[in-house]
């Protein structure tokens, strides 16, 4: 068996150079990109089937869009599938039929936003217990605990997502919050 990121995941892999690729870092010795170590946990009680490519090529990406969730404010996608992973682009808390934010309220828009992104991620054939990674920008940290709470009725399967939560200095439309994520097909 070839290994390629999908390893890391202990899910088999096809179409794969079956050579391992090697970095040589400036001290030591040569790391494998190929192979995961043994003190690294997987994620395997999850199932995903998963399709690698060479991680320098990427033949077969596809651009997500949906009704369901607002449109893209500016030259993006709404949602890209490249390898079997969706990258769902930020989303406010936006009313997909007007593009304009739910409320002021930071509650209301994580309510919408990651409503938003379940669109995104239905129209690309996954749901929120595909997801890997989010990212949480927030206009206000002070808000964190309140949009946690809602976040976690989106995210109750475990394992929960990796995910990073950072204030930003300023957010499209003024939103509140914005929330990104990645998940597997």
Known sequence: MAYCTAHTFQ?????????????????????SLWRRPSSIPSISNRNMSFKCHAISKCDD??????????EALGPYSQGIIANNFIFVSGSLGLIPETGELIS??????AEQALKNIGAILKAGGADYNRVVKTTIMLA??????????????????YPAPAR??????????????????IAVV
């Open 11 to 31: 899910i088999p892999a096809s179409n794969v150079i079956s050579r391992p690729r090697t970095v040589t870092p400036s001290v030591g010795a040569a790391v």
């Open 61 to 70: 990406i596809t651009t997500i869009e949906t009704n369901e969730a607002p």
């Open 104 to 109: 002021d309220h930071v509650g209301e828009q």
């Open 140 to 157: 206000d940290v002070a808000d964190f605990a309140l949009v946690n709470q809602i976040y976690a009725r989106y995210f109750s399967e």
């Open 164 to 181: 990073s939560t950072f204030q930003a200095g300023a957010l499209p439309k003024n939103a509140k919050i914005e929330i990104d994520a």
